[in-house]
Each structure stands twice: as structure tokens, then as C-alpha cells.
């Protein structure tokens, strides 16, 4: 039987990862240099947290760059995009179709517990999780699976119990390893990411009825599938 739910927060519930991309597109471009996805995804779900934006565009231009307003310039732009951004599509159904069956229900985020609290308050959201766990409380973020691992800690369950809600490869990796089964979500961002060994691709949340999502996963051994 399910008995949890870990959803992950930027690109799942809210797509940060999309105005993240763009606006930095937009400064490499005023630069007249362009960013690569496949470089930017390094960095997308945790990543190894080598990839910096600033110092790659400087290796491009071969020269130092204003990092101090570049970034400013760049965040104001990113956050006001943000303000914008609804829940993603299917998010809160899912959330009440688990309430419904007595499912529980954590975020694990390699955000900073700031960034994600704010806005599941803004959203509306903040009090229908029974855990948060953010990059605040573990030495490592995703792919390592110290953030499910605390997720399924303070929920209570074992990890083959719960199943994560992960957009990004680092992300699907470190449910994994941490135990969990892993539904892998793809946003425009990261849908050429290698999601191979996920046990259910969805191309969007909405795209499969909840108590149908849920109900899937009531047995350790369901097969993996590609909706």
C-alpha cells in the first residue's frame, strides 16, 4: 500500500525552472554569447553544483564580467516572472486525492527552505505538507538521497512506500537511491533529460486521474510505465 507522497518543488510544483533558463539565455544574449541547454542542465535538480552561470559566460567572452549586476539585474527579472507562474497542472488534484486515501504528503527540495516555503505560502500550499526538506537540512542535495531519505524520516514510512514526483534526472536519481519509487514529470526544460529508469514518465501530472496514480503504485512491484 502507498502510503507517501515526496513531491519535489522547482519545475513540479512551481516552474522555476523555465524563468530560471530564460532570463540567464538573456543575459548570455545581451553578452552575444548563448547559454546550451545541455550546459544549464548540470545544474538543474541539484546537480553536482560545479556549473556557475557567470564564470561559464566569462569563459565564453574571454574576459571578467559585472557579477554583482548581472546577477542583480537578472534575479529582479527572474522573481518578477516568477509572480506570475501558477501551480503547475494536476499538482493540487493529486494532493487531494491523497488526503483523501490517507496519504502522506512532504516536499524535498535542493532549494533553501526560504525560497520554498515562501512560495507554497503564496500558492496557498505551505499547510497540506507534513514535511519540508529543503538544502538547508542535508550536507548533500540531489542526486544524493539524503533529502528523501529525511523526507521519508519525518513522514514516518519506508522509503519503498512513498514515491517521488521529480522533473529533473538529478532528481529521479536521488529517490532512487534513496529507496523510493520515482514518477518522472519533464518540464520544457529538462524533457530531453535521460528518464529511462524512471517507474512512470507522465508528461504532465494532469495527464494521469490521481486515485489512478496512486492506486499503481499500492504494490512495491508495479511495472514501470510511459503515460
Known sequence: MLEA?????????????????QTWQEVYRNHGAELPLDVWLQCVGGGTGEFRPDSYLEGLLGRVIDRERVRTERRKRFLDLIKVMPIMPGVVELIDAAERRGVRLAVASSSDRKWVESHLQRLGLLGRFAAIVTADDVERVKPD????????????????????????HNGMLGAQRAGLRCVSVP???????????????????????????????????????SL
Open 187 to 225: 518540464n520544457c526544460i529538462t524533457r530531453d533529460s535521460d528518464f529511462s529508469g524512471a517507474d512512470l514518465c507522465l508528461n504532465s501530472i494532469a495527464s494521469m486521474a490521481p486515485d489512478d496514480l496512486i492506486a499503481s503504485f499500492d504494490h512495491p512491484d508495479s511495472e514501470r510505465q
Open 145 to 168: 538521497p539524503a533529502l528523501y531519505r529525511l523526507a521519508a524520516q519525518k513522514l514516518q514510512v519506508m522509503p519503498e512506500r512513498a514515491i517521488a514526483i521529480e522533473d529533473s
Open 5 to 21: 507522497i515526496v513531491f519535489d518543488f522547482d519545475g513540479t510544483i512551481l516552474d522555476t525552472e523555465t524563468p530560471d533558463f
